[in-house]
């Protein structure tokens, strides 16, 4: 009877040093979700936008350089192949019920938080320059398919104004495996012909085009 109870106790103790235990761990794994220190805009409003999505503690369902949740969309990615509009970011900041009815909405940004926290997620949005290096990438890989202007072939869709229609992130999956996205699609995946900072620079270069 008396080892029972020792043996009790000694289970009691054990559970409450592995709550206490994985409690410090989730604290410490909070603290260290933050911001990527990079901006690329430096304006006030930016600034401030950027303060108060840290405040907000956005980061907790959305990711930005990598960084974040996942339970929400990434940021700096043009919010997948829909760009949304400064009125609808307005109305989703007022009301955030309206447009995802999972995210939290205890605090009610004001009038000049709301243009402070779309101009930071809009800044997040633009594309890096595409180097010197993207249209040549073109004419020697896709050329043979595909036409910009009056320059390459007309066997597949003419991608001079394919930046209207798709974003970067888009383009990028595309090139990289087309039977991802499309399993009919006849195109070659360029994943072992290419590498990454080859297809983010192409990727780059055609989602300019158009605008």
């Known amino acids: ?58 980061l907790y369902c ?53 243009s402070e926290l779309i101009a930071y997620q809009k800044s997040l949005q633009r594309e890096l320059p595409y180097t010197d290096d993207a249209p040549k990438l073109f004419a020697k890989h896709c050329a043979m398919c595909h036409r910009i202007g009056d320059k390459g072939s007309i066997a597949g869709p003419n991608l001079s104004r394919i930046g209207t229609l798709r974003d970067k992130r888009y383009i990028s999956r595309y090139i990289t495996d087309p039977g991802l996205i499309n399993p009919t699609s006849s195109m070659p995946g360029y994943r072992m012909k290419l590498a990454d900072i080859q297809i983010e620079d192409l990727a780059r270069y055609l989602a300019s085009l158009g605008r």
């Open 62 to 114: 959305h990711r930005v350089g990598g960084m974040g949740g996942n339970s929400g969309p990434a940021l700096d990615q043009g919010l997948g192949s829909l760009r949304k509009t400064g009125n609808w970011l307005r109305e989703h900041y007022r009301d955030n019920q309206i447009a995802v009815a999972e995210m939290p909405g205890a605090h009610k940004p004001n009038d000049r938080e709301v």
């Open 1 to 58: 009877m008396k080892y029972s109870r020792r043996r009790g106790k000694s289970m009691f103790f054990i559970l409450i040093f592995v709550v206490v235990g994985v409690g410090i761990l989730l604290k410490r794994s909070h603290r260290r979700i933050e911001l990527p220190s990079f901006i690329q805009d430096d304006k006030p409003v930016v600034v401030a936008g950027r303060k108060l999505f840290l405040k907000l503690r956005c």
